[in-house]
């Protein structure tokens, strides 16, 4: 029996600072419906999908900042959305800010959530590698989550789930291959990732010229070296003046990108993933259990940044 997921990545055009959660999960909705209409399993959604990618203002005023975090999933808005997956039977991977309220200390996090056919969760991530910064810079554009966010305290687990074992990251973990590799050792076979990456934030030109080609290096090197599928979902576009890379894509166990958006908008793409299409990968060249050296691979986990050996050595 072929063991397939049919699954529909549904990147976002812009998402305005004033649109409400109202009007963004009517557009959410449309693409699950479209992604219904296609016979999709599953239905991916960006990063910080319900509203704009708002860590890239220095917020001071905690009313605003919180209005743009969820302190319920689902919540009065976002309901609507797990009763028409139930309705559809479909099931759906969604970003969002996550506040949690514990005693007299609030928690956020940038988190993301797996949902079922029948609109129930069953797997839940929340973001590890923060980029940007925590302090406010003198210029227009931020990157703030590091001010806006704690660093995820879940891990990478995986969720057995639509007949294969799926697993979720967000946006700079992609960067990570220990992002990847941590679930490749727990036998995943497809990657939700959604992102939200900025161009223009005064890195230099070179770097911002290059940002398509690292946001594709990065998903396809992910896949191929855990034998994986991975499904990129993007919010692209000029969003309140900033641009945001689209190329949203599904990537099969080969590095291969066998579906990717054609527009900075609202838009799905679908395919029909065979997850023993990894078969010949994971039984030759990355066997892990064959080929990996972890006794070679300690620095890994006990070294956080670069020391290179003394110079006279
Ligand atoms: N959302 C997110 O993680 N974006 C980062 C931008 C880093 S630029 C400071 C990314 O890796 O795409």
């Given at each position: 029996?072929?063991?397939?997921?049919?699954?529909?990545?549904?990147?976002?055009?812009?998402?305005?600072?004033?649109?409400?959660?109202?009007?963004?999960?009517?557009?959410?909705?449309?693409?699950?419906?479209?992604?219904?209409?296609?016979?999709?399993?599953?239905?991916?959604?960006?990063?910080?999908?319900?509203?704009?990618?708002?860590?890239?203002?220095?917020?001071?005023?905690?009313?605003?900042?919180?209005?743009?975090?969820?302190?319920?999933?689902?919540?009065?808005?976002?309901?609507?959305?797990?009763?028409?997956?139930?309705?559809?039977?479909?099931?759906?991977?969604?970003?969002?800010?996550?506040?949690?309220?514990?005693?007299?200390?609030?928690?956020?996090?940038?988190?993301?959530?797996?949902?079922?056919?029948?609109?129930?969760?069953?797997?839940?991530?929340?973001?590890?590698?923060?980029?940007?910064h925590a302090d406010v810079l003198e210029r227009?554009?931020?990157?703030?989550?590091?001010?806006?966010?704690?660093?995820?305290?879940?891990?990478?687990?995986?969720?057995?789930?639509?007949?294969?074992?799926?697993?979720?990251?967000?946006?700079?973990?992609?960067?990570?291959?220990?992002?990847?590799?941590?679930?490749?050792?727990?036998?995943?076979?497809?990657?939700?990732?959604?992102?939200?990456?900025?161009?223009?934030?005064?890195?230099?030109?070179?770097?911002?010229?290059?940002?398509?080609?690292?946001?594709?290096?990065?998903?396809?090197?992910?896949?191929?070296?855990?034998?994986?599928?991975?499904?990129?979902?993007?919010?692209?576009?000029?969003?309140?003046?900033?641009?945001?890379?689209?190329?949203?894509c599904i990537i099969a166990p080969s590095g291969?990108?066998?579906?990717?958006?054609?527009?900075?908008?609202?838009?799905?793409?679908?395919?029909?993933?065979?997850?023993?299409?990894?078969?010949?990968?994971?039984?030759?060249?990355?066997?892990?259990?064959?080929?990996?050296?972890?006794?070679?691979?300690?620095?890994?986990?006990?070294?956080?940044?670069?020391?290179?050996?003394?110079?006279?050595?």
């Amino acid at each position: 029996m072929p063991r397939t997921i049919t699954v529909g990545a549904a990147q976002l055009g812009p998402i305005a600072r004033n649109e409400s959660r109202g009007q963004v999960v009517k557009r959410l909705l449309e693409l699950m419906r479209e992604a219904h209409h296609f016979r999709c399993d599953l239905v991916a959604f960006p990063e910080l999908a319900l509203t704009t990618f708002f860590p890239r203002w220095a917020l001071e005023d905690e009313a605003e900042l919180d209005s743009f975090y969820e302190t319920e999933m689902p919540g009065p808005a976002t309901k609507p959305l797990f009763e028409e997956a139930a309705k559809l039977g479909i099931g759906f991977s969604l970003g969002y800010a996550e506040l949690v309220v514990e005693g007299n200390r609030k928690r956020r996090f940038n988190s993301s959530v797996l949902v079922d056919k029948t609109g129930r969760i069953i797997g839940k991530y929340r973001k590890v590698h923060l980029p940007g910064h925590a302090d406010v810079l003198e210029r227009p554009g931020q990157h703030l989550e590091k001010r806006f966010f704690e660093v995820g305290d879940l891990g990478f687990p995986v969720w057995r789930g639509f007949g294969g074992i799926l697993g979720m990251c967000i946006c700079n973990d992609r960067r990570w291959p220990e992002t990847y590799r941590v679930m490749g050792l727990q036998g995943v076979e497809m990657i939700l990732l959604g992102y939200n990456s900025p161009v223009g934030l005064g890195d230099p030109y070179e770097l911002d010229a290059l940002e398509p080609f690292h946001n594709h290096l990065v998903m396809q090197s992910g896949a191929y070296q855990n034998a994986t599928w991975v499904v990129g979902v993007a919010k692209a576009g000029m969003e309140e003046g900033f641009n945001m890379i689209g190329q949203t894509c599904i990537i099969a166990p080969s590095g291969e990108i066998v579906a990717q958006c054609a527009t900075m908008g609202d838009e799905l793409v679908i395919r029909k993933c065979d997850l023993d299409f990894a078969k010949p990968y994971r039984a030759d060249i990355f066997n892990f259990a064959a080929h990996r050296r972890p006794e070679h691979y300690g620095l890994i986990t006990e070294r956080t940044g670069a020391i290179p050996p003394p110079e006279d050595r």
